[in-house]
């Protein structure tokens, strides 16, 4: 999960020679920070977000991202007729039973889902599911309505990745494995909960039950992957900025002493000489990853506010009915729900703590560049007023991912939430017992 | 000044009795040998295995006190509510994580710590070479005092409890002592971070007096020079030559360079020893010192004695600047490099500072609550019997919360002073007044600005007050809400009374109509009434 | 005003007599602090070991008042000895420090103002507007209602006894406040100098804006040549064309980004030539004022550093008082719509208690409000130098670009400015900071705490007592 372990991939020599009519080839420092880069064959003509291909797949089936054309490896083109008339029909059919579901919601068909005796259970479960399909539909229609600028964000990163393999001659990894793990985790999370709410329902079972509980575990996965999907983007965005934080690290006063002294034979062979054109390459570069970055949080901060609202509501119930079932005095321990629970809670938390780690390291690794540099020492005037010049760009220029302005998402809010969690549950619990109480006082009036 | 000997003394130097005693206790893992021989922290097999050891020593030790004690927690668990009880069984093993936490992530890091202390070391070297000496002897001293108050505190908590609430007719309640392991284990720990914190902060405090005692030379030099010869020095003159850019104020830096030089090759701390005596006594051979101290007073008609000097030798002007800047960017670099460290210090110790954080939150609202149920003569966890002696509780929560603050006001402090040096600097530019090292400050104040040290638990909270005041808000409502839910459980058992007395039916389905308060009293009031016959 | 605050605070203790002079005899000074707190300590422990003369000995007092009355008296025996054990730490060092360096300050701004021409618009600073005595016959007006309603209604119980509870009741709350007094006055001498420094700066301002109407015209006609010198610098910066022409290239590609420092940075150059024309226009009429900016900042700098020092000095002694306030706020609420608006007027002790509560909690406020305020205000005033500076460095005076010394050095300013914003605000050791946004919060805190506070259900209670029927 560490933003250290990406791969940075070596192209052929064959492309290396191409004639490069404004770079100078690459010099020998670029070898040097090779050395931690794992070899491999250029692939010919991969498809783009190898890594994420399978989310993205997934993505695109359900609608939620266009069917792109590649046109070449470093540019996607918008999606063929035909395509997008799909994602407009799987929209319109979401739409469709999103519709059908709120129906059934508000009419009496539904009344096979919430099963529970007590009545706060049953009125936390039904805000739960409306929850649920207000998160997704907002997602779809957020999605519909950013499909060319994650388009443009995608192109973006490709055309920075084709440069930094012009440049450089590298091919940036994504690393971005945890998707698949985590689609696996969700999709598990999700049908062993449907298989459960299956089994806890009483009597036969009517179809608009089997099609509540399908299409309720269809929008907690997809909203589940399109989180996983932001947060692979995020984690794409952070391993480029990390490379411009290691390239920037060769020319920090720490490198060149080392270097120094490695190379104390020969002639003071400083690779500052290289540095103003190096730092005008990173300059912009860092400056396209921000704005990369900013159109990321656009496009997805609703959703993650949704999201966040939603998983914080999600985790509070779970853990009051965990609790509940724990310190339940008659001994009947359910072991339908404690299973249920644990799922909820197993993929929430792990969600929450998947998107605010890649936040916050994305924050970091933003926020470090112009710390990097401030351990740059030019010698000459020169250099310093390049140094000068980023350093007072970014002067209280904080990077931050925000949700949708409300606050910042990093570590802390991890933290926050789970704080919030804790005070509620309190709370939760005193009314629980409140409840309690009544009920028992109604079972002695009556005796 | 290179000598085959070492330039600094480690700082590590400082730390041999907490060492010994961490050692023996088990908190560090390092080799000992190599401490006593080299003063460095090297990683140990053998520690390793006898760390793994106590730990589970003291493992099986807390669980046996915690068992031995816990017969007295059955009636208890009967008749409080539940989320009472699963507090309390929180709230007895949080210390035993603490400890666990500390022990482990020390074997985690013994390698880095070791290299933490090495860079400390290289920036001692560099900073000796910038002639800004700083005063070890003083964390030594700080170490003593903090072990010693450790130990009062804690051999009074143990003594009192142990004396006024521990039934002393059983032999197993000597097992009461283990109680006191966890959190001396982790004091012991935390003196480590404090002391390296406080060295930091020394670190920074001494670029920061650096700088001020460039300017302080400078004023002084000045004042001399315009008493001397008033002509140079004026600020009328400046704006007269705009063409050529400014001959004087470089006149002026260049002297004060040279005084320095000049100053400086005598006697490495001659300057020091005028302005601030206790400055000086350094982490270099000791001759040095003593041969600072034996001579304050000719320090002044010596500076007197260098004027004809730089009279003379203002020609190399260049050369001046270029010294001067050379300095600067060390002692830039040198923060930089403090504040690095400090990260990395944050880093190695970030879980154990986020588990004593919890701990104090949760123990320092739990003991001010059970010090209330104890008034209220309520039965409290065995494990905070302190809590039925005020003067016990006051020791306790003083103690846990000394820890606390002290570590977030020293991180606080350390970054203020951090944030000091950029002040400092640019006093410097600001006093020389010369445009050349305007320059100079310029770029290297954009970079300072760019160099934070900021401490935070884990990333999820920042170590300053402002945490300091959240925390004290946080405490303050849960125990009221605390309190409040006592006290509805309190007004429940006298209305058992009456209850019982007068067995009225009537009055009791009026009362459940009344507000939340009293229903959740009624509540409280039926199942109080259903346990009382279990005990 | 202050002088009548001043003596208040001698004679009550807080402050050491003589205390600006340096060599005073060590005794008389400090009698006062040593006798004051002697008699609130006998008196405190009087009435807690001796148990007579408190108000919660006498028969009529009920728990309420109890429990009332004890929090009241704890609460200020903990904001006097903590207050008091500062002021004492802190002795006349501070005193005798603060005039000094203010008296340096008075002398530079002095010559400044002479150097500016502004001496004859002195007079005016002198004068205090009606706000200012209003707010101090207000906040008199208070102190004494507050004062004279505790002791009588003391007197009136205890007849020549009554300063024995008064000392435990009243007094550590007076005390609290006149040390926030002191806190006040030494915040608004250093917001004064601020403001000083600002009408200097605000002078340079209005003065590069005079001058700056014939620069534009001479910037139309010097463009051709400014061409010429430009490719002119170009050549001579062969040696470093390549990095030039990056440099032009960068400029380009980020556009956007470039905020106001960048663009001066460049354009510095470009308009090098202006002044020559610049120069000899305006040499005669050109009053000098801008030689003052080097002594400016570091008068700015120098009251920076007399802020910290004051700050250091008052801020720990700011976290009781406003801790004390806090909680006899939230108090004075509680047991004004729990008990007074229920059972007001059955009890006399009962109702003396409340109102203690609301009065003190209304004057602590006001005091507190003073301070946040001014706090506040130093901070704004401090700022406002900084913006001044980067206007005039946006207006790109004349002696500015004819010298590289006057950019540079404002740049400094300005970059010291960051850090120092990074560094200090009047806080209260770290853990507030006193401007408007703690209002904010110790509000909101209040609402949840009286939210929990007024569930408390006190009719029983009442009840027992035989207040309600």
């Given amino acids: ?447 | 000044m290179s000598q085959p000997t070492p330039l600094v003394q480690p700082l590590l130097l400082q730390f041999q009795q907490l060492f010994f005693l961490s050692k023996m206790v088990g908190v560090l893992p390092q080799n000992l040998d190599k401490f006593r021989y080299k003063n460095v922290l090297e990683k140990s097999r053998n520690g390793m295995l006898y760390m793994l050891g106590v730990l589970s020593i003291y493992v099986v030790l807390y669980n046996l006190l915690i068992y031995s004690f816990g017969e007295e927690d059955r009636t208890l668990k009967a008749s409080q509510s539940t989320l009472t009880f699963v507090i309390g069984l929180f709230l007895t093993y949080i210390g035993l994580i603490m400890m666990a936490t500390d022990q482990l992530t020390a074997l985690f890091n013994q390698g880095q710590l070791g290299e933490l202390y090495e860079r400390i070391r290289v920036v001692d070297e560099r900073l000796y070479r910038e002639e800004c000496l700083l005063d070890n002897s003083c964390i030594a001293k700080r170490i003593r005092i903090m072990l010693i108050m450790t130990f009062i505190f804690e051999i009074s908590i143990l003594v009192a409890t142990y004396i006024n609430l521990v039934d002393y007719t059983q032999w197993l309640s000597l097992l009461w002592i283990v109680s006191a392991v966890p959190t001396f284990v982790n004091t012991l720990d935390k003196i480590w971070f404090a002391v390296s914190l406080y060295a930091l902060k020394e670190r920074f405090e001494a670029i920061n007096a650096t700088l001020e005692d460039l300017v302080m030379e400078h004023e002084k030099y000045k004042a001399w020079l315009t008493g001397d010869d008033a002509t140079t020095a004026t600020v009328g003159n400046r704006t007269a030559d705009s063409q050529q850019s400014s001959p004087p104020p470089q006149y002026d830096s260049n002297l004060e360079y040279l005084y320095k030089e000049l100053g400086g090759i005598d006697t490495g701390s001659l300057r020091n020893s005028g302005g601030k005596n206790h400055n000086k006594v350094a982490p270099i051979a000791h001759s040095m010192n003593s041969f600072g101290e034996t001579i304050p007073t000719p320090h002044k008609p010596q500076r007197m004695n260098t004027n004809p000097l730089i009279n003379m030798a203002h020609e190399s002007e260049l050369n001046d600047a270029a010294k001067v800047e050379i300095k600067l960017n060390n002692l830039c670099q040198v923060h930089d490099e403090i504040c690095e460290i400090g990260k990395a210090m944050n880093g190695l110790w970030s879980y154990p500072i986020l588990s004593l954080m919890a701990y104090g939150f949760l123990i320092f609202t739990a003991q001010l609550y059970f010090l209330y149920c104890a008034t209220q003569s309520q039965s409290i966890p065995s494990l905070f019997r302190s809590a039925k002696n005020p003067f016990i509780t006051v020791i306790v929560l003083v103690y846990t919360s000394g820890k606390c603050i002290y570590l977030i006001y020293l991180s606080w402090k350390t970054s203020l002073a951090s944030k000091r040096t950029g002040i400092s600097l640019h006093k410097c530019g600001v006093v020389a007044d010369d445009n050349l090292l305007y320059e100079i400050v310029n770029h290297l104040s954009l970079k300072l600005l760019n160099h934070s040290v900021d401490f935070s638990a884990c990333g999820f909270f920042t170590l300053d007050m402002e945490t300091l005041y959240g925390v004290s808000g946080g405490i303050t409502s849960y125990l009221i809400i605390l309190i409040q839910f006592n006290l509805a459980a309190q007004q429940a058992k006298d209305a058992i009374q009456s209850f019982n007395s007068f067995n009225d039916t009537a009055g009791f389905v009026g009362a459940a109509t009344e507000m939340d308060n009293n229903s959740s009293t009624l509540y409280d009031m039926i199942t109080t009434t259903m346990m009382t016959p279990t005990y | 005003m202050i002088q009548i605050m001043n003596w208040l605070s001698m004679a009550i203790g807080l402050i050491p007599l003589n205390r600006q002079q340096f060599h005073s005899n060590f005794l008389v000074d400090y009698v006062m602090m040593v006798l004051v707190p002697c008699l609130y300590l006998a008196a405190y422990f009087g009435i807690n070991l001796l148990q007579r003369f408190g108000l919660a000995f006498l028969d009529a007092c009920n728990s309420v008042c109890r429990l009332s009355n004890n929090l009241f008296m704890h609460l200020g025996a903990f904001l006097y000895v903590t207050i008091f054990i500062l002021s004492l730490y802190r002795r006349k060092q501070f005193f005798v420090d603060f005039e000094t360096h203010l008296a340096e300050i008075d002398v530079v701004i002095q010559k400044c103002r002479q150097v500016a021409e502004l001496d004859k618009s002195r007079v005016k600073a002198v004068k205090h507007s009606v706000a200012y005595h209003f707010t101090w016959l207000f906040v008199f007006g208070i102190f004494i209602f507050a004062l004279y309603y505790d002791a009588s209604a003391l007197y009136g119980t205890f007849g020549e006894y009554a300063i024995i509870p008064f000392m435990v009741s009243s007094f550590p709350y007076l005390a609290g406040s006149i040390i926030q007094g002191e806190f006040i006055y030494h915040v608004s001498v250093i917001s004064n100098r601020f403001e000083q420094i600002n009408t200097l700066f605000e002078k340079i301002n209005q003065e590069t804006r005079r001058r700056h109407a014939p620069l534009t015209v001479f910037d139309i006609e010097s463009e051709g040549k400014k061409q010429e010198r430009k490719s002119a610098m170009m050549a001579t910066k062969s040696a470093f064309g390549i990095e030039q022409k990056l440099a032009d290239e960068m400029k380009r590609q980020k556009p956007p980004q470039l905020d106001d420092e960048d663009e001066l940075n460049t354009s510095d150059e470009e308009d090098e030539d202006i002044f020559d024309y610049n120069d000899i226009n305006t040499e005669n009429t050109e009053s000098t004022s801008e030689t003052n900016l080097p002594d400016l900042f570091k008068l700015h700098d120098k009251i920076l550093s007399l802020s910290v020092l004051t700050n250091g000095e008052f801020g720990p002694q700011c976290v009781p008082y406003m801790a004390a306030c806090f909680v006899v706020s939230i108090f004075g609420i509680f047991l004004e719509t729990k008990v007074n608006f229920i059972v007001g007027g059955k009890s006399r002790v009962l109702d003396y208690m409340t109102y203690l509560y609301v009065i003190w909690s209304f004057t602590t406020m006001v005091v507190a409000y003073i301070v946040l305020r001014l706090c506040c205000n130093a901070n704004n005033h401090s700022k406002q130098s900084a913006m001044i500076v980067h206007e005039i460095m946006q207006k790109k005076p004349a002696f500015m670009l004819s010298n590289d010394l006057f950019y540079n050095k404002m740049k400094s300013f300005t970059l010291q400015f960051l850090h120092w914003e990074g560094y200090f605000q009047f806080n209260g050791i770290g853990l507030f900071a006193l401007d408007y946004t703690f209002i904010f919060s110790t509000v909101s805190a209040a609402t949840s705490y009286l939210i929990v506070l007024l569930q408390f259900d006190m009719t029983s209670i009442l009840r027992s007592e035989g207040l309600m029927t």
């Fill in chain 1, 1 to 447: 999960m560490s933003p250290n372990t990406w791969v940075i991939e070596m192209t052929s020599h064959k492309s290396r020679s191409f004639p490069n009519p404004q770079r100078n080839p690459p010099h020998p420092r670029s070898q040097l920070s090779n050395d931690a880069f794992s070899r491999r064959a250029a692939p010919g003509d991969s498809p783009v977000f190898e890594d994420i291909s399978t989310i993205l797949s997934v993505l695109k089936a359900s609608g939620l991202l266009p069917f792109y054309e590649q046109l070449s490896s470093y540019e996607v083109g918008p999606p063929s007729k035909t395509n997008e008339f799909y994602s407009f029909f799987v929209r319109g059919v979401v739409h469709a039973l999103t519709i059908f579901n709120i129906y059934s919601l508000i009419t009496p068909n539904s009344a096979q889902l919430f099963i529970s005796l007590r009545e706060t259970d049953n009125v936390n479960q039904w805000i739960e599911l409306v929850l649920c399909i207000f998160t997704y539909t907002l997602t779809v229609f957020v999605c519909a309505r950013n499909t060319k600028s994650m388009l443009e964000i995608m192109n973006e990163i490709l055309k920075l990745d084709k440069e930094v393999q012009r440049q450089f001659g590298v091919v940036l990894g994504n690393n971005c494995n945890f998707s698949v793990k985590f689609l696996v985790v969700i999709v598990c999370c999700q049908a062993y909960i449907m298989v459960l709410r299956f089994y806890a329902v009483k009597g036969e079972i009517t179809a608009t039950s089997y099609i509540l509980i399908a299409f309720y575990a269809f929008q907690n996965g997809l909203t589940a992957t399109y989180i996983v999907f932001a947060s692979a983007l995020l984690r794409i965005v952070c391993i480029r900025f990390h490379f411009v934080n290691q390239l920037l690290n060769a020319f920090t006063y720490v490198q060149q002493q080392k270097l120094a002294k490695k190379s104390r034979r020969q002639p003071a062979a400083s690779n500052m000489e290289h540095f103003p054109e190096e730092s005008l390459f990173i300059y912009r570069m860092h400056n396209k990853l921000l704005r990369i970055y900013k159109s990321i949080n656009e496009c997805c901060s609703l959703i993650i506010v949704c999201f966040l609202g939603y998983s914080f509501y999600t985790v509070t119930t779970n853990w009051y009915n965990l609790f509940v079932q724990i310190t339940n005095n008659k001994g009947l321990i359910s072991a339908h729900i404690l299973q249920w629970c644990l799922a909820w809670l197993c993929l929430h938390t792990s969600l929450l703590a998947l998107l605010s780690r890649s936040c916050g390291a994305t924050t970091y690794e933003a926020n470090s560049t112009s710390q990097i540099l401030a351990r740059v020492y030019g010698k000459s005037k020169e250099f310093q007023n390049i140094i000068d010049k980023f350093l007072t760009k970014s002067i209280k220029q904080e990077v931050q991912f925000t949700a949708y302005g409300f606050f910042a998402i990093d570590n802390s809010t991890l933290f926050k939430i789970f704080s919030a969690v804790t005070t509620y549950l309190v709370i939760l619990i005193q009314f629980k017992q409140l409840e309690d109480s009544k009920l028992e006082e109604q079972v002695q009036n009556e005796a």
